[in-house]
């Protein structure tokens, strides 16, 4: 529904920076391995509720903004939330429900819209997939990460709660990570937008083709006194030039709070 640009901004923002310290595996850093701890039983709690913000700036000027609630429960497989999306000074609301097997929409308070069942198996045979392989997964990033590694840092508090934390700038940064990003980027730029959310997110932002690079990292994460992650932030600062030769300086930012752990109930439509 979002397509491609949302996605690539959620794949940066999360699966760049969850990845970058979640699974990397080093005996000696508490930081990482309290992390990892912490996300794989987050991962497994029967429900939860998840609420998100995304933003986009370019030198400073706010270019997206997105706020997401999603109530998710993972024996039953059944989740509702709503996402609404503001660029160009336009707002782009839209609800989802799955339940009894099957996806419903809603966009812009229109008429409910129940997305194909095969559409909606691919999303569960690609949720399967992941589980299946996240061992494989997992050793990959850990080789992808081992220059990030030592740059974990954790707090424990009085009240049982522990702050970790990781900020890298310029070389700090892995080549890896850098082509990345600059390859999810283009390859962005490459995907016609459908829909009127996806219209409303590529032509929000500017087209990268040259010179891309992750300039900075900010991530901050709350762990509560039961080891689940309860809250976490990252910013993003990423460069570039457009097809013009324009320089632009992106800081792509998350805002992501857990809550609800065990007593989270969906919603459901008729």
């Given at each position: ?138 050793r990959i990033i850990d080789l992808m990460t ?43 730029n490459n995907s016609p937008a459908t829909g ?66 065990g007593s989270t109930v969906p919603d459901t439509?008729?």
């Amino acid at each position: 529904m979002k397509k491609k640009w949302l996605l690539v901004i959620g794949v940066i923002l999360t699966g760049l920076i969850v990845g970058t310290t979640a699974f990397a595996l080093t005996s000696g850093n508490d930081g990482y391995q309290t992390y990892k701890t912490a996300l794989k039983n987050t991962w497994v709690v029967p429900n939860l509720t998840a609420t998100a913000g995304v933003s986009v700036t370019d030198d400073g000027y706010p270019l997206l903004n997105s706020r997401d609630m999603m109530k998710m429960d993972l024996g039953s497989k059944d989740m509702s939330g709503y996402f609404i999306i503001s660029a160009r000074g336009q707002d782009c609301v839209a609800e989802l429900y799955q339940q009894d097997s099957r996806m419903v929409t809603r966009i812009g308070g229109g008429d409910l819209s129940s997305v194909p069942g095969n559409k909606a198996d691919r999303y569960e045979a690609g949720y399967q997939t992941f589980k299946a392989n996240a061992r494989e997964v997992e050793r990959i990033i850990d080789l992808m990460t081992l220059n990030l590694q030592k740059s974990m840092t954790i707090n424990d508090n009085p009240d049982g709660t522990r702050d970790v934390s990781l900020q890298v700038t310029g070389a700090q940064i892995p080549d890896l990570e850098n082509a990345i990003v600059s390859l999810l980027l283009k390859s962005a730029n490459n995907s016609p937008a459908t829909g009127p959310v996806s219209s409303l997110i590529s032509g929000s932002l500017p087209r990268l083709v040259e010179n891309i690079t992750v300039n900075g990292i900010d991530f901050q994460a709350k762990i509560n006194a039961d080891d689940l992650i309860s809250q976490q932030t990252v910013n993003i600062a990423v460069s570039g030039e457009d097809a013009d030769g324009n320089r632009h300086n992106l800081m792509l930012g998350l805002d992501l709070n857990l809550s609800g752990f065990g007593s989270t109930v969906p919603d459901t439509v008729k």
